[in-house]
């Protein structure tokens, strides 16, 4: 019987949670590097066995761990990240010029056929690789190299890189958003890139449509149609058929349209999965109902899902690597709160469980789903 | 033989328990040190100081002899008691947080 792996990155360490396929009885085990902000575990899909963790603290910086057997046990590996030439200087939140300055490792993203290869999205906001299991790094310097570095600028949580797609029928092919700079593609593996931000509108920006600029809070694509993207922006959920040449919002009939989780459906491409959030000053679900809303025609048509979840007194957050799906028949979903419960529905949404109700604030969830 | 405590996130990075010994060459000084400590657990490379520029990590102190030796330059010999053995060089997190 199939099994599923759930990789939980929180602010005090690492978990992973088992089940099978049946998805009803789960065995946790961690805290994995305990006391330490966990933002991003993921595995490769090339070697499910394989896994990378970003292991981070504001005493002792950055660190990157790697499991060679499903997460029993780890090792570090390297965690030297030195932005190539000189690097030049982004905007500060109050629009001054601020030095490059490497904070931490946001997100993690494994090739799709070589485990020892591996992209990490940095704050601040750049693209690294490894193609030695994670034991050296280089930048890929063509993102920051677009000429528009200087005008990006922090959202909340800092200048961080937090997506990276890759294009599974072609791997040269990437997409990666930052927030606040927007979202990017790179059609020649990452040597060069440009922005795909038409059609984005922000009014906390100079000018709303800028090229550059957006909080893209989240892309998610189906891997058997990655030129359609999905988006959480700041505000706004958007689409793109075209991968990101533009974009149109579908927020539709949601109850608000901020937020930071987006997923797809493993089996139906038209089936994306968001939770609103009530605004970007108030991190909590509107009316203290946690409903995850899940649309079945790729946007605008938004269905309320909350059998199992609280409908009352919830003020709880979900960040937006925090939302993953399995790829068992009957798809799979997945989310953590920063307070601390890791919700899982086996049957797409209808209704939900928490797998754990206690642990810290969970940054990161992705889902591994094994023979 | 210089003797060193480590933070205790750092000693369970480094998977040691208790103070650790490392030996340098010379009159030591916390860059001796530091150089003696990487090398024995590369691991740590990055935690204390920084990778290229060497600077001490903001929320890392360095205490000795009831002394804070953080914003001495790193070069400076260490106390004679650190040199001998008879204390610690401590390597402490900052107290922050809460």
Redesign the interface.
């Known amino acids: 019987m199939s099994q599923v792996r759930v990789l939980v990155g929180t602010k005090k360490g690492a978990f992973v949670l088992t089940a099978d396929g049946k998805r009803d009885k789960w065995d946790v085990s961690g805290p994995h590097f ?3 902000e966990i933002y991003h575990v993921k595995g490769s899909p090339a070697d499910p066995n394989r896994l990378y963790a970003s292991q981070t ?7 990157l761990q790697r499991s060679n057997d499903g997460g029993k046990t780890w090792e ?1 590996v390297g ?2 990240f ?1 932005y190539e030439g000189t690097p030049g200087t982004h905007q500060s939140y109050d629009g001054t010029p601020h030095p490059w300055e490497f904070k931490r490792v946001w997100h993690l993203e494994p090739s799709l056929s070589d485990p020892d290869a591996v992209y990490a999205g940095v704050e601040d906001a750049s693209l690294f690789h490894s193609a030695d299991g994670g034991q050296s790094w280089q930048e890929l310097p063509g993102l920051r190299a677009h000429g528009s570095g200087p005008q990006w600028q922090p959202g909340a949580g800092g200048m961080c890189l937090h997506t990276i797609l890759i294009d599974p029928g072609n791997p040269a092919r990437m997409f990666i958003a930052i927030s606040a700079a927007g979202a990017f593609r790179t059609d020649d593996g990452a040597a060069t890139w440009r922005p795909i931000n038409q059609g984005l509108r922000s009014e906390y920006i100079p000018d709303p449509a800028a090229e550059v600029g957006h909080c893209v809070h989240r892309i998610a694509m189906h891997r058997s149609r990655p030129s359609v993207l999905f988006m959480q922006k700041h505000w706004d959920v958007m689409r793109s058929d075209n991968a990101g040449d533009s974009w149109s919002e579908v927020s539709g009939n949601l109850p608000t349209d901020f937020g930071f989780v987006i997923d797809v459906h493993a089996h139906e491409p038209e089936t994306i999965y968001v939770v609103p959030i009530k605004s970007d000053h108030e991190h909590y679900p509107p009316e203290g109902k946690l409903r995850v809303f899940r649309s079945r025609t790729g946007g605008n048509e938004w269905e309320p899902l909350t059998r199992g979840l609280p409908q009352s007194d919830c003020y709880v957050n979900v960040l937006r690597d925090a939302m993953a799906v399995d790829s068992l028949d009957s798809c799979g979903v997945y989310f953590g709160t920063t307070g601390g419960q890791v919700y899982a529905s086996a049957d797409a949404g209808d209704s939900w469980a928490p797998i754990v109700r206690d642990l810290p604030a969970v940054l990161s969830v992705e889902v591994q789903t094994l023979p | 033989m210089i003797r060193v405590v480590l933070p205790a996130h750092l000693r369970l990075l480094a998977r040691v328990e208790g103070e650790v010994q490392v030996e340098v060459d010379g009159p030591p000084t916390v860059r001796t040190v530091l150089d003696a400590i990487e090398a024995r657990y590369p691991m740590l490379c990055g935690t204390i100081r920084d990778h290229v520029t060497l600077q001490r990590r903001p929320f890392v102190r360095f205490f000795a002899c009831e002394q804070d030796l953080s914003h001495d330059p790193p070069d400076t010999p260490l106390p004679d008691a650190v040199a001998n053995g008879t204390e610690p060089l401590l390597l402490v997190g900052a107290i922050a947080g809460g």
């Open positions: 305990g006391g330490w603290s504001g005493w002792f910086g950055q660190l570090p965690n030297k030195v």
